[in-house]
Every structure is written in structure tokens, then in C-alpha cells.
């Protein structure tokens, strides 16, 4: 049996990549901040809960993470912890940087010094690219990160491509554009459109508030990209890979279908000026090619199905 070490185990990615984990019949540690006040809502509603060994550790003491990495000697070891808002990070830019870039290095530095052969993968981010003046997003896309979340992204990025060429360990990084789920908290945007959306259907809220609708963003389904991140770390050699729908759409057009689903009238939206970033990216979008012939990844849901499933799984848990 294998094992599998999991940060940011109560998250939408951990919940899922947990679930497909044991499926697969691993043993799974599961790293929390604070095990006292950790909220295992997500793995009780994915029925895993009591599947998943919980420990505390302190990704920000290299001593706490190295005494986690020589008690379970992990097989491999997912890095899903981050302070993952966009928004948030304008707001506290200094301490996302420090946790986000800290936190990586910090477990890189154990898995280095554990001396085991243990494989690493760290969950990036398209964010990193930002500003971009060709699409869609490749690997070799010049990185132009927009927001203090996505220089963290891009300084992890090439952290752990740095720990493999400089120290021969097996890392990758998972380039994941955006992906929902029933799971997602209520401070990202499609979350929050739809439960928003149904508060307004039955009468408990009166507007839609958003920010700009115009940008457009590469959206997919969160399990299938959790698969991405398993298969990636069975593969012989070490490599980076971009998974991603392929496709981008505007979040007018999530926001539309969502109101026209729920037979809501679009004058129910209120644009909030107050809810626009700072800098914002017009379009990105990736390709996938790698991952499917690669990895053997396979993805071809359009979104507003996934838009539908979602709603169907707000409506039903109401």
C-alpha cells in the first residue's frame, strides 16, 4: 500500500484528490494548520472523513514538516496548502508571499533532506502567466503575474523546477486553470453566483453583486482535475503539465446562464466597482495537448454543463 501525504486537506482539491486516493487504496495524511479548529465539513460530505489520517503541522517550521516527512515517509506528497483568494492577497499581499513561498520550500527542503525517493507535486497556478499577449497558455508562456497570490505562484514555480534540476528530486508543478465543484468556498466567484443566485430565487436576497463580467477565464470541473494530479505524479520522470479545459468564457455568460437556468431576471445584477481587482486579466486560456497524450488525461465537459451539475448539487443540499 502506498502512502500519500496531502496538504490542504479539508480544500476542494484535497477533498477530491483524498477520495480518488483511497479509492485507489493508499493510505492517506492529511496536514491541517490547526487540527483543533480544522473543519472536516467537505470530507464528511464526500463520505471519507474517517478514511484520512488528520495531523497538525506548521508548513512555516522546517522542523515540524521534517518530523511529519520521517514519521509517515510518504510515497508522495501533494502540496495543495496556499492562501488561494486572488482577491484576498491585494489585500494581504505580504502574508500570502510569505506562506505560499515558505510553505513550498519548507517541504522541499524535508523531502530533500529525508533522503527518500519520495515523488512531490505542488499545485500552480494559470494566474502566474497574467499578462499574456498569445493564446493559449503553453509552458514556455512568459509568466506576468498580476496579483501578490500569482507571484507566489510563479516563485513556487520555479522553486520546485530548481529542487529537480539542482538536487535531483522528482517534483512537478500541476498548472491548473480554474476549477469548480459543489466544494468550492463562497468567496470565489462561481460559488458565489450560485448560491447567491438561489438566495435571490427564494426570496432571501434582492441583487447579484458583482465585479467586471468582461473578463474571461478557462473554468473546468474539479474531480476530473484531480485526476490530472495523480496521474502526473505516476509517471517514470518528473515533468510539468498545464491542465486546463482549453476554452475560455466570460463570467457574464456563467453569470447569465446561471439567472436564465434559475429564471431569474438579469436585472437582478448590480455591477459593485468596489468588487474590480486592482489589475485584472482580460483572457487566458491554456492547452491541454500535453496532459492528454502525455498522462492520458481526457477532458471534454463545456462548462455550462458543469454549471448545471453544479446547480443541481446547490439545489439538492439547500
Known amino acids: ?176 486553470f480554474n476549477h469548480e465543484s459543489y466544494l468550492r468556498p463562497k468567496n470565489f466567484f462561481v460559488k458565489k453566483v450560485i448560491t447567491d443566485s438561489l438566495r435571490i430565487k427564494h426570496r432571501k436576497q434582492d441583487v447579484l453583486r458583482v465585479g467586471n463580467l468582461d473578463a474571461k477565464r478557462d473554468f473546468g470541473y474539479a474531480p476530473k482535475y484531480a485526476e490530472a494530479m495523480w496521474l502526473m505524479l505516476q509517471q517514470p520522470q518528473a515533468a510539468d503539465f498545464i491542465i486546463c479545459s482549453g476554452k475560455s468564457i466570460s463570467l457574464r455568460s456563467i453569470v447569465e446562464h446561471v439567472f436564465t437556468t434559475l429564471g431569474i431576471s438579469t436585472s437582478k445584477i448590480v455591477v459593485d466597482l468596489t468588487l474590480f481587482r486592482p489589475v485584472d486579466i482580460a483572457d487566458i486560456y491554456g492547452e491541454n495537448n500535453q496532459s492528454r497524450d502525455v498522462l492520458g488525461w481526457s477532458y471534454d465537459l463545456d462548462f455550462k454543463k458543469v454549471l448545471d451539475m453544479l446547480i443541481e448539487e446547490e439545489e439538492r443540499n439547500l
Not at 27 to 34: A, L, P, S
Request: net charge neutral.
Open 1 to 176: 500500500m502506498k502512502t500519500a501525504l496531502v496538504t490542504g486537506i479539508t480544500g476542494q482539491d484535497g477533498c477530491y484528490l483524498s477520495r480518488l486516493l483511497l479509492e485507489k487504496n493508499y493510505k492517506v495524511i492529511g496536514v491541517t494548520r490547526n487540527s483543533q479548529s480544522t473543519n472536516l465539513k467537505n470530507l464528511e460530505y464526500l463520505g471519507i472523513s474517517d478514511s484520512i489520517i488528520i495531523e497538525e503541522c506548521n508548513l512555516l517550521d522546517l522542523s515540524f514538516v521534517i518530523r511529519l516527512m520521517e514519521k509517515y515517509k510518504p510515497d508522495e506528497v501533494y502540496n495543495l496548502a496556499a492562501q488561494s483568494s486572488v482577491g484576498l492577497s491585494f489585500a494581504q499581499p505580504t502574508a500570502t508571499i510569505e506562506y505560499n513561498t515558505n510553505s513550498v520550500l519548507n517541504l522541499l527542503e524535508a523531502v530533500r533532506l529525508s533522503g527518500n525517493s519520495m515523488k512531490f507535486y505542488q499545485a500552480s497556478s494559470s494566474e502566474m502567466y497574467g499578462k499574456v499577449t498569445n493564446l493559449p497558455v503553453q509552458l514556455t508562456t512568459p509568466m506576468h503575474p498580476l496579483s501578490p497570490y500569482a507571484i507566489s505562484k510563479a516563485s513556487n514555480f520555479w522553486t520546485v523546477t530548481n529542487f529537480r534540476e539542482s538536487f535531483g528530486l522528482w517534483t512537478c508543478n500541476g498548472v491548473l
